[in-house]
């Protein structure tokens, strides 16, 4: 993993134990005064989590985990983010996402979208499929140069 991913994965590991410490307390001290707020700020902390591990894990599987919570992620922070703005009286208390993550300035907004364009740059096997598939096209564009030679010959 390069450097920009470490940092990736250190930032959603920050965001995981902040949001399930602040949804822990939310929940257990005062769940009734906001419980959409601070169920949604329990499903943040559970979706943190997730991407955390997936980022860090190998293999195709954990590679499309990462995306699905990452989207997923995004579009929380989208749809939580503008009803909060719209109709706040749904959340009299902020959650992890609402405000667009204002409260964690405004990096669950920000996070998703770095954490989608290093899973699109960083395909796992992609190093490996490369040259692969480059020895394959010379491979075929070799084999094309016989054929073309066998029938100039004929």
């Known amino acids: 993993m390069s450097g920009v991913g470490r940092v990736l994965v250190a930032v959603y590991a920050v965001l995981a134990l902040a949001a399930t410490g602040r949804s822990f307390v939310q929940i257990v001290q005062r769940y009734d005064e906001a419980p959409l707020a601070y169920t949604l700020s329990a499903l943040a902390a559970a979706v943190y989590i ?10 195709r599987t954990w590679y ?13 922070v989208v749809v939580v983010g503008a009803l909060s703005v719209v109709r706040p009286d749904l959340f009299p208390d902020d959650t992890v996402w609402s405000w667009f993550g204002r409260g964690y300035l405004f990096i669950p907004f920000v ?4 954490g989608m364009w290093w899973l699109a740059t960083h395909r ?15 491979a075929r564009a070799a084999s094309a140069d016989r054929d ?7």
């Open 50 to 59: 997730v991407a955390t591990v997936a980022l860090l894990r190998p293999g």
């Open 111 to 114: 996070l998703p979208l770095l």
């Open 148 to 154: 073309a030679s066998a029938e100039g010959r004929s």
């Open 124 to 138: 796992p096997d992609a190093d490996a499929a490369a040259p692969a598939g480059r020895a394959a096209s010379v």
């Open 64 to 76: 499309r985990v990462a995306w699905a919570t990452i989207v997923f992620e995004f579009a929380g």
